[in-house]
T-cell receptor, first 114, second 118 residues
Framework: DTAVSQTPKYLVTQMGNDKSIKCEQN?????MYWYKQDSKKFLKIMFS???????INETVPNRFSPKSPDKAHLNLHINSLELGDSAVYFC?????????????FGPGTRLTVL | AQKITQTQPGMFVQEKEAVTLDCTYD???????LFWYKQPSSGEMIFLIY??????QNATEGRYSLNFQKARKSANLVISASQLGDSAMYFC???????????????FGKGTKLSVKP
């Protein structure tokens, strides 16, 4: 009965490859997010998305693209992986974009690019 | 300017004692939420406590309480009766109602690593 799940938990790949990380939430939330946690533990928003609008953080390279087949899923696709993409990626969800609703996080995906 | 500032990169506390983790924030939005998350060494992000900008009383959740001082723009987390399992990274975060159409994404501080000593 996991609320927000991500697969895989660990991902090791070579530079230049394309990879995807899947995220699913069973909370009935309408807004989902992707965050990146760097090696210094700093968490930063990459995307926020509901069924109407995608907001992209302007610092995110266009090699990263979110794909949402339905309201419960927001997958992250990464093209031409680079060494600097190594990080932990967290998916999260919330009910709307209200500042008064907490966000629930997935367990994270540790991506290592060799 | 940083929107969320956590000035304590690391802290130690003796088991069973109380500890305060500092957080200050910067916003001009009258509507915002303040959150604390715990990240143990296993890596998951665990929601601890929330305070809304219009809440009159400080939030409490079990051993966690949030010392909200709106005029000073601070939202310190107080953990009472520390336990060994409280050793973790703690992140303060804010959601604003109208920040650039962000749909309310969280803005995080850099975190405080808390170590509880037996």
């Amino acid at each position: 009965d996991t609320a927000v799940s991500q697969t895989p938990k660990y991902l090791v790949t070579q530079m230049g490859n394309d990879k995807s990380i899947k995220c699913e939430q069973n909370l009935g939330h309408d807004t989902m997010y992707w965050y990146k946690q760097d090696s210094k533990k700093f968490l930063k928003i990459m995307f926020s998305y509901n069924n109407k609008e995608l907001i992209i953080n302007e610092t995110v390279p266009n090699r990263f693209s979110p794909k949402s087949p339905d309201k419960a899923h927001l997958n992250l696709h990464i093209n031409s992986l680079e060494l600097g993409d190594s990080a932990v990626y967290f998916c999260a969800s919330s009910l709307g974009g209200s500042p008064y609703n907490e966000q629930f996080f997935g367990p994270g995906t540790r991506l290592t690019v060799l | 300017a940083q929107k969320i500032t956590q000035t304590q990169p690391g802290m130690f506390v003796q088991e069973k004692e109380a500890v305060t983790l500092d957080c200050t924030y910067d916003t001009s939005d009258p509507s915002y939420g303040l959150f604390w998350y715990k990240q143990p060494s296993s890596g998951e992000m665990i929601f601890l406590i929330y305070q809304g900008s219009y809440d009159q009383q400080n939030a409490t959740e079990g051993r966690y309480s949030l010392n909200f001082q709106k005029a000073r723009k601070s939202a310190n987390l107080v953990i009472s009766a520390s336990q060994l399992g409280d050793s973790a990274m703690y992140f303060c975060a804010m959601r604003e109602a109208s920040y650039g159409g962000s749909q309310g994404n969280l803005i995080f501080g850099k975190g405080t690593k808390l170590s509880v000593k037996p």
